[in-house]
T-cell receptor, first 113, second 111 residues
Framework: NAGVTQTPKFRILKIGQSMTLQCAQD?????MYWYRQDPGMGLKLIYY???????DKGEVPNGYNVSRSTTEDFPLRLELAAPSQTSVYFC????????????FGPGTRLTVT | DAKTTQPTSMDCAEGRAANLPCNHS???????VYWYRQIHSQGPQYIIH???NNETNEMASLIITEDRKSSTLILPHATLRDTAVYYC????????????FGTGTRLLVSP
């Protein structure tokens, strides 16, 4: 199993540009999450999904959108990028039965200038 | 969710035991203690969890006090690769699980 994969690893955006961060998992997990981590801080939840077609907002959803058309994929869309969105973005997944462990991807480092 | 308090940083000599404390004085009866760690620039990694009994796995041991208001993560023989930020998280086990990551403890293992 590849686990949780994220692309791209790094990206630089100009203010106002848009992009999609890709996340995929091959563990057939129902729950998927998007977090952001600012320098020196803990992770903050952006959006989550409990299954295909079902998504909901986390703590810091403004400026982001998500979709979950399949169990495997959970892309995060940034519209009109702003410098405040400069961060490292982590995707994670968890099985319904595996209630104690979230599996995290390697992260995408995004800079908005 | 119960809040947790951890020291900002700790040092440990390679080969010695690293004991990382966590206070969670407002923990509820159905809340578990989870530990994750984050090695520089990588995604967090699950280490161990427990409810009220001490737990051990191949990575670490978790000691929870009898009143459950605090716990200690023990890395028995720390290596340089254990240098990381360690997060103590308290959460109910079932259902949708939002992990609230604080700033954790930065453990530096030195030769």
């Amino acid at each position: 199993n590849a686990g949780v994969t994220q692309t791209p690893k790094f990206r630089i955006l100009k203010i106002g540009q848009s992009m999609t961060l890709q996340c995929a998992q091959d563990m057939n997990h129902n729950y998927m999450y998007w977090y952001r981590q600012d320098p020196g801080m803990g992770l903050k939840l952006i959006y989550y999904s409990v299954g295909a077609g079902i998504t909901d907002k986390g703590e810091v959803p403004n400026g982001y959108n998500v979709s979950r058309s399949t169990t495997e994929d959970f892309p995060l869309r940034l519209e009109l990028a702003a410098p405040s969105q400069t961060s490292v973005y982590f995707c994670a997944s968890r099985d319904i039965g595996d209630t104690y462990e979230q599996y995290f991807g390697p992260g995408t480092r995004l800079t908005v200038t | 969710d119960a809040k947790t308090t951890q020291p900002t940083s700790m040092d440990c000599a390679e080969g010695r035991a690293a004991n990382l404390p966590c206070n969670h004085s407002t923990i509820s009866g159905n809340e578990y203690v989870y530990w994750y760690r984050q090695i520089h620039s990588q995604g967090p990694q699950y280490i161990i969890h427990g409810l009220k009994n001490n737990e051990t796995n191949e990575m670490a041991s978790l000691i929870i006090t009898e009143d459950r208001k605090s716990s200690t993560l023990i890395l028995p023989h720390a290596t340089l690769r254990d240098t990381a930020v360690y997060y103590c998280i308290v959460r109910v086990r079932v259902g949708f699980q939002k992990l609230v990551f604080g700033t954790g403890t930065r453990l530096l293992v030195s030769p």
